[in-house]
């Protein structure tokens, strides 16, 4: 297993910027690089750590040909987990999922988002206008990091197919996001598919609250933040029963779930949304 004796990438000058920094504590917010690098300063400096888990990085191997080093990965994982003197989970599941792996000092990361930010009092007329989609049923997907494999676009992709068979010319999609999944997502090429890359601030804010149902396919989320941006902006989400998405889903009542990697029941969820 890796140790903190061992030389890490760009070590010197990150300690250099913490030796002028002098904290009191060391929060590691991934294992790799930059994680190890901290952790070996924390260890050096006799500092108190702690980590958080917010990617399923067992997860993500499926989706690209890597599930071969699924037992390598989570031996790394435990061993770099049992290092720190806390760990922060967002989820339910993420701590279950440590838990089972013996990993100890495990506590929850409460999440929440800004009401005040985030609400229906952002609708705005200006976002039919400009994307000419006044009278449609508008669906929203959104992403504020990298938009990828693990993402299950694809599922959401399927399900558009499917509803637009049904409702031709009633349905429109916009996806707010970027990533190495765009370019599959562009060649798609439907006309009542929108791309409208990142967005962030009261453009980002007003997208949620215009739109009338969020789909969120993902089936990897340690947590799903956009999932309580867009329930606090008022909109009805569409989502798989899956991952750290659990926690804020409760079927009926603020959302309608599905089967992971069920476009048809995808699409049938979205039927019954409005």
Not at 78 to 86: E, K, P, S, V
Request: aromatic share 12%; proline share 7%; with cysteine.
């Amino acid at each position: 297993m890796p140790n903190a004796g061992w030389p890490l990438p760009g070590y010197r000058g990150i300690k250099k910027i913490l030796d002028g920094f002098r904290p009191d504590l060391v929060h590691i917010a991934t294992p790799f690089g930059l994680g190890l690098c901290g952790l070996r300063y924390a260890r050096a400096g006799k500092l108190p750590a702690v980590t958080s888990c917010h990617t399923n990085f067992d997860v993500y191997l499926r989706y690209y040909r890597l599930a071969a080093l699924h037992q390598p990965l989570w031996k790394f994982l435990t061993w770099f987990h049992r290092q720190y003197d806390l760990t922060l989970c967002p989820s339910q599941a993420t701590r279950d999922k440590l838990a089972a792996r013996g990993i100890k000092n495990l506590r929850f990361w409460v999440r929440g988002v800004d009401s005040d930010l985030f609400t229906p009092q952002n609708r705005s007329d200006i976002i039919a206008r400009d994307y000419g989609v006044a009278g449609k049923m508008v669906l929203l997907y959104v992403y504020v990091g990298r938009v990828a494999a693990e993402k299950n676009l694809d599922v959401l992709l399927e399900a558009f197919d499917l509803l637009d068979a049904d409702y031709p010319g009633g349905l429109h999609l916009f996806i707010v996001g970027d990533g190495p999944m765009m370019q599959r997502v562009r060649a798609w090429a439907r006309p009542g598919i929108t791309c409208t890359g990142y967005l962030t601030g009261q453009p980002l804010r007003a997208m949620y609250a215009s739109s009338d149902i969020f789909v969120f396919p993902s089936m990897s989320e340690t947590f799903g933040n956009v999932v309580l941006e867009a329930m606090a902006s008022g909109l009805p989400v569409v989502a798989p029963f899956s991952e750290g998405l659990k926690d804020n889903l409760i079927n009926g009542v603020n959302s309608l779930v599905c089967a992971p990697h069920d476009p048809v029941g995808f699409a049938a969820d979205v039927e019954q949304a409005p």
